[in-house]
C-alpha cells in the first residue's frame, strides 16, 4: 500500500525517483496519468488495468463517459522504473500538473499522487483546516 508523503525533485530530463518503499509495487508497471485537481495519479499496473476495465465497460453511448474515457487514457503513460528507482514523466504531464522542480509525492493507500509543492500545500492546509468529521462518522469511527 501507498502511505505517507515524499518530496523528491524532478530533474531537467523529467526524471522523478519514487520512494523506496514504494517501488515493489510498481516494480511490474506503473500508469500516469492526469488527476483531478491538476496534480498526477500513479498507479500500479495491477489496478490500472482494474479500472481501467471498469472504465472500458461503460456505455460508448454515453457522452460524459466518452469524454471521460478521452481524458483518462489520452493523457496516461505507462512506465517502467529504471535501475535507480526512477521513472521519466512525460513533458505533457509534467506540463499539466505544473511539475518542474520540487515535486511532493502522496500515497493514498491504493496510488499515489504527484503535485506541484505549492499547490499541494494549498491542498494540505485545506485538510488540515477541515476537520472531515462526519467522513469518519460515515465510517463508523
Not at 85 to 111: K, T, W
Amino acid at each position: 500500500m501507498f502511505l505517507g508523503e515524499f518530496t523528491h525533485t524532478i530533474d531537467s530530463k523529467g526524471r522523478l525517483t519514487i520512494p523506496s518503499k514504494f517501488r515493489a509495487l510498481i516494480a511490474t508497471g506503473l500508469v500516469v496519468t492526469r488527476g483531478f485537481d491538476q496534480n498526477l495519479m500513479v498507479f500500479p499496473i495491477d489496478g490500472w488495468m482494474d479500472l481501467a476495465y471498469r472504465i472500458a465497460g461503460q456505455p460508448l453511448a454515453d457522452e460524459d463517459m466518452r469524454m471521460f474515457r478521452r481524458r483518462v487514457f489520452s493523457g496516461a503513460a505507462d512506465l517502467f522504473l529504471d535501475r535507480q528507482g526512477r521513472i521519466l514523466i512525460p513533458e505533457y504531464l509534467r506540463d499539466f500538473a505544473d511539475i518542474n522542480n520540487e515535486v511532493v509525492i502522496a500515497g493514498l493507500f491504493n496510488y499515489f499522487e504527484l503535485w506541484n509543492i505549492e499547490k499541494w500545500q494549498t491542498v494540505r492546509d485545506v485538510i488540515e483546516n477541515t476537520g472531515n468529521s462526519d467522513r469518519w462518522e460515515d465510517l463508523g469511527v
